[in-house]
């Protein structure tokens, strides 16, 4: 009896994905190409994703306190987000309900890789704050980036179908972290086709999957017949397999918005 083992699973989903990519090039307008890449890296995780996290498409976030994300390509929310907006597929999400974003991009370079963690960090340090405390529980926190967080911080990485080579990509991420703090940085970088960029630990020398301080920028290549899509699929599985939120609490997002005035009442 043959043995359907996961890897030989991906390495079929990876021609297919290769073969849509390749399709996707032939659009005339650059908008279509980049969308429908975006769907690809999108459908495919939502796969792999644990069933109370979703991937969404074409999302703008929004904090308590007004502030507003870039547009996001693909977002990773929790499945019991209420969203804001959902006008024409496009959809304005709550900070609070937010676990990670994914940067799509078509061909890495040093000028992308800029761009998405830009994006990232400015996303991840946007305010999650309009939770409703839950009493008689314990308090719960989440520890990454070097520091500790009362709320599931949010991750960021970046997926590329090209890309310069690994290592002048790895040049260009390790500029762009060495001048800022490490709650900035990327989770993650994949390239298809070549492999991927992630962070080793300064205690025990494992990947992590997230950067603390003193973290080592490392380079993993993969074999082109397996490609990324495996460690991509266990990556996203296990980054967002504990996830997990507070009770949302939407008052805050009304700001100062009149809720009403009473105008009668009974004594019951």
Same mark, same amino acid.
């Given at each position: 009896m043959?043995q ?5 699973? #991906? @390495?079929? /989903?990876?021609?297919? $994905?290769h073969? +849509? ?5 032939s659009?005339?307008?650059?908008g279509e190409?980049g969308? =429908?890449r975006?769907?690809?890296i ?6 792999y994703l644990?069933s109370?996290v979703e991937?969404? %498409?074409?999302?703008?976030v929004?904090s308590?306190?007004g502030?507003?994300s ?5 977002v990773?929310?929790d499945?019991? =987000?209420?969203?804001f907006?959902?006008?024409e597929?496009?959809?304005i999400?709550?900070?609070e309900?937010?676990?990670g974003m994914v940067? /799509?991009?078509t061909?890495?370079?040093g000028n ?5 963690c830009g994006?990232i960090?400015?996303?991840?340090q $946007?305010p999650k704050v309009?939770?409703r405390?839950?009493?008689?529980m314990?308090p719960?926190?989440a520890k ?6 009362? %709320?599931?911080?949010? @991750?960021?990485?970046?997926? =590329?179908f ?6 002048t990509?790895?040049n260009h #991420?390790a500029?762009?972290?060495?001048t800022?703090d490490? /709650?900035?940085? &990327?989770?993650?970088?994949w ?5 991927? #960029? *992630?962070? $080793? ?5 494992s990947?992590?999957?997230? &950067? ?6 490392v *380079?993993?290549?993969?074999? &082109?017949? *397996? +490609?990324i899509?495996l &460690?991509?699929?266990? %990556?996203?599985n ?5 996830a ?12 100062d @918005? =009149?809720?009403?005035?009473v105008? +009668? @009442?009974?004594?019951?």
């Amino acid at each position: 009896m043959p043995q359907y083992r996961l890897d030989k699973i #991906l @390495s079929s /989903v990876a021609k297919r $994905m290769h073969a +849509d990519f390749e399709q996707s090039q032939s659009f005339n307008h650059n908008g279509e190409a980049g969308a =429908s890449r975006e769907i690809l890296i999108k459908n495919f995780l939502s796969i792999y994703l644990p069933s109370h996290v979703e991937a969404i %498409h074409n999302a703008e976030v929004i904090s308590a306190n007004g502030e507003m994300s870039p547009q996001c390509d693909v977002v990773i929310v929790d499945r019991d =987000s209420p969203p804001f907006t959902t006008l024409e597929g496009y959809r304005i999400i709550p900070n609070e309900c937010v676990y990670g974003m994914v940067e /799509v991009k078509t061909n890495l370079d040093g000028n992308e890789i800029a761009d998405a963690c830009g994006k990232i960090s400015k996303l991840r340090q $946007m305010p999650k704050v309009a939770y409703r405390p839950i009493p008689n529980m314990l308090p719960r926190v989440a520890k990454a980036y070097g520091k500790t967080y009362e %709320h599931f911080p949010t @991750s960021g990485i970046i997926v =590329s179908f090209k890309g310069l080579k690994l290592k002048t990509l790895g040049n260009h #991420l390790a500029e762009w972290c060495r001048t800022r703090d490490p /709650v900035e940085w &990327p989770d993650s970088v994949w390239v298809a086709g070549q492999g991927y #960029l *992630q962070w $080793m630990s300064p205690k025990d020398g494992s990947l992590s999957r997230s &950067p603390e301080p003193g973290a080592t920028l490392v *380079q993993v290549d993969v074999s &082109p017949e *397996q +490609d990324i899509f495996l &460690p991509l699929a266990l %990556h996203f599985n296990l980054h967002f397999s504990d996830a997990w939120m507070h009770p949302l609490n939407l008052v805050p997002y009304a700001g100062d @918005s =009149s809720l009403g005035k009473v105008a +009668d @009442s009974w004594k019951i």
